[in-house]
Nanobody, 116 residues
């Protein structure tokens, strides 16, 4: 069972930037895909971005052009660079990993708050 640990969440002003990191306890090449999801208060968890083993990316329409998902294979870490942050980006951000049997592992989340 992989362990995923998110970090990098913080309080940031509108228009600011943050980089989230998700460190995996084993090689991220074990996974078909990895992704970032977010859950705002009172709302369902939603996709932010995913990155496949082959390097393909998907983004929610609400974050396209502002967020970038990437990885460092040597560090077994996936990142989410978030620019031009808006108050509506406020949420707990979760990392997930999907293996080739489509089993899903989740991290515990990191809080991002965008407010002046």
């Amino acid at each position: 069972q992989v362990q995923l640990v998110e970090s990098g969440g913080a309080l940031v002003q509108p228009g600011g930037s943050l980089r989230l990191a998700c460190a995996a306890s084993k090689s991220i090449f074990n996974f078909n895909s990895m992704g970032w999801y977010r859950q705002a208060p009172g709302k369902q968890r939603e996709l932010a971005a995913t990155l496949s083993r082959g390097g393909s990316t998907t983004y929610a329409d609400s974050v396209k052009g502002r967020f970038t998902i990437s990885r460092d294979n040597a560090k077994n870490t996936v990142y989410l660079q978030m620019n031009s942050l808006k108050p509506e980006d406020t949420a707990v951000y979760y990392c997930n990993a999907v293996d080739d049997l489509y089993r899903v592992a989740w991290g515990r989340g990191t809080q991002v708050t965008v407010s002046s």
